[in-house]
């Protein structure tokens, strides 16, 4: 916690004989990062080794989509350790007599499902001229007319009589059926007039009925045909799925295991009869490979542990306590910590719901955010990403409801926790024109400057702690005499959030009441003049190796543009948190705002109505304002809060992994 997961890198000589099976054992670890060690010309038998697996894959994954074969649940295969060349040929030997016989029944089908599109629009184009009258043997040319059918767009139906006219010069006739959306024209000219006619009606989009059989009892007959041969030919797919599906299903996963193996093996490095595996694993896991490795090796491995070099790029695996692991996703989001970095998750785990809650307390809205995730979490099992969304928004409606017990609301309602607390006798009594009402802590529309005051206060902690996370950084990195820059940020940042509290009259706790404890003078004196020039300080001393007058300058001018830098930095992010207390404010006017609207005589006296308007106002604010309200919330950590501490430079840990859900290796 608070540290990325101490990592060692490995390094394993391996003799080839045994290489498949230390390849196996490191998918089964799921605890080494495998990394490129050789650069230039692959090996060759190898490679073959990985495209014909890759030509497999494509096999599988065809007879998967003709069969329709489904991933499901059945009893794992035992099998047999072999070498990665072994499986292959038997693999390839069952598939490919699977696909021969598959493929010859797929392209009969695709064949005749071909003829049968065809049959069905032969006969789509015979009823429709028949409801005409027309006898599909008219169409075509004669000794000395020329007819022709088809559709086209009822749009176009007036511009197809305009220029048929224009071009026949009256020797025609147009007969039209409206089909669904389109209309069926049949056009009669002379058959002089044919090549003029055709060009029209190849400007107006029409499309001519094409037949291949002009016998519509003949059509039936084969379409019928068709249909028992498809049947036939449906069932003999099936009867191969029903045969075959479990070893299609094994070969899946097989070639998939093998290929991605094949794929590690090509980046290792290699002499005659020797592979070398270079990676990453995590310390802990250390002892358990080096067991497995020597085991699956019969001793014939040489494994070399060693610590990681101080400038090395080390993966990173984030290591938090479950109730903190939600929280590395909104950490990955902006990135993840260098290895030597501050993880900022056990932090955010407990700001961010803090946060959250103060801008969204209600006991109702929090309840059903704190339903949701439940529902999340269980009925996404499984789904990593569902679960940790789910315990966020979980985490975040408890400090809502916490809150909303402190404001006194539920679903906006403040009279139903005012009355258990008048009963109990505990809690702030307010006035209002309309009668008294109590909370526990205060109320968000008479509290406002004590609200805004929290928020504020609420941002100086959290700025603070990045600050302190950033001196605790730079100490792992430089030693200890980064402290005093990074503490005297600390010491100049309380100075200034002091001094806004006196001016503004911003009633921050503690700084409110130091500010009104000693004059300005001293404030500025003790919490400006010194900090700064303590940075001043450090500042040259850093810059000036060797002393110069022109570096002397330019570092005292370097040093006052961060001091004015930093000032106003502060100043801008501590005002940020404002935020918090506005949009407390916003989520309890806007459900007053529904009551108020409720309460109208017009609306009132509509029982129905009012319940509609109260159930619809609490869901738009849930929703609308619950989603801003998340929004602010990272934008909160993004950038007041990272900015301050987190370089997010890390490299995600990922190591290589054998999933099998078919089938189990046995000796």
Partial sequence: MFKPLQMRRIRILVLDSYLDRVMNVLGKLRSVQITEVKEGEKEISREKILERYSSLLNSIYYLIDVLKIRDEEIERVSVPEKSSGEYLNEMEKNINSIVEEAESISERLEKISGERKILKSNEFALNCLSSLGIDAGWLGTSDFLYVTAGFLDPGDVEELKLRVRETTKEDHIILMESFKDRILAIVVTLKGHQNDVEGVLKGLRFDALELTNKNLREIKERLESIKEIEDRLHKDLDRIRDEHSKDILVAKEMAQIEKNTQEMVLNLGKTDRVYTINGWIPAREVDNLVREVREASDGCAVIRIYEPEPDEMVPVLLDNPKPFKPFESITEMFGLPSYNEIDPTPIIAITFPLIFGLMFGDVGHGAV???????????????????????????????????????????GNEEILSNLYEDLGVGHTYTTPHGEFRTLWMSPTHNMMELFGIALFVGVLHMGLGL?????????????????????????????????????????????????????????????????????????IHELHPFGVKKLLGAVGTGLFDVFETSSMFLSNTISYSRIGILAVI????????????????????????????????????????????????RLHFYEWFTKFYGAGGIKYSPFIIERRYTELTD
């Fill in 468 to 540: 302190i996370a950033s001196a605790v950084n730079k100490v792992q990195e430089s030693g200890l005499s980064s402290i005093v820059p990074s503490l005297s940020k600390l010491w100049f940042f309380c100075g200034e959030v002091t001094i806004i509290a006196l001016i503004f009259r911003f009633p921050i706790p503690l700084f409110i009441q130091v500010a009104e404890m000693y004059p300005l003078s001293d404030i500025v004196l003790y919490g400006i003049c010194i900090p700064v020039a303590l940075m001043l300080i450090s500042e040259l």
């Fill in 587 to 634: 989520h309890a006017m806007m459900m007053m705002a529904i009551y108020k609207i409720c309460s109208m005589e017009m609306i009132s006296n509509i029982f129905i109505l009012s319940i509609m308007i109260v159930v619809g106002g609490n869901i738009l604010v849930l929703v609308l304002e619950g989603l801003i309200v998340f929004i602010h919330t990272i």
């Fill in 369 to 411: 955010l704190a339903l949701a995730g439940l529902g999340m979490i269980f009925m996404k099992k499984g789904n990593e990403s569902y679960w940790n969304f789910g315990m966020i928004l979980l985490y975040c409606g408890i400090f809502a409801i916490i809150f909303g017990f402190l404001y006194g609301s539920i679903f």
